[in-house]
């Protein structure tokens, strides 16, 4: 039997729960499972992920704090307004559409979808 964490011990219990705890994951694997099935986890993971491909672009001390604010608005939040590159790394990464979250780069935007 393998060693488990205590907290990704084996359990019988639901599809995604016997998904997680498959016995031939690696313990990376049943991590990253167990972050996609807490919504704020998993978009701060998806967006991490993102902001570190964009090669082009220096990283700015700002930009965790932008995290922190959209992985708390995206999966809880219908429509969300933030500057154009969150806009186009949560279109992207497939967030937006996964939350069924209108994300928009002004709030000028928000009269458009309100009429």
Do not use: F
């Amino acid at each position: 039997m393998d060693t488990y964490p205590v907290g990704l011990a084996p359990h019988p219990g639901t599809h995604r729960q016997r998904k997680l705890y498959g016995q031939d994951r690696t313990l990376t694997q049943k991590i990253v499972s167990l972050i996609d099935l807490v919504p704020c986890w998993q978009v701060e993971r998806c967006l991490a992920l993102q902001i570190e491909k964009q090669w082009t672009r220096q990283l700015a001390g700002n930009d965790v704090y932008d995290i922190a604010s959209l992985t708390a608005a995206i999966p809880y939040c219908d429509v969300v307004v933030t500057e154009k590159l969150w806009v186009h790394l949560c279109g992207v990464s497939g967030l937006s559409t996964q939350y069924n979250t209108t994300v928009l780069s002004s709030v000028l935007d928000i009269a458009k979808l309100l009429a």
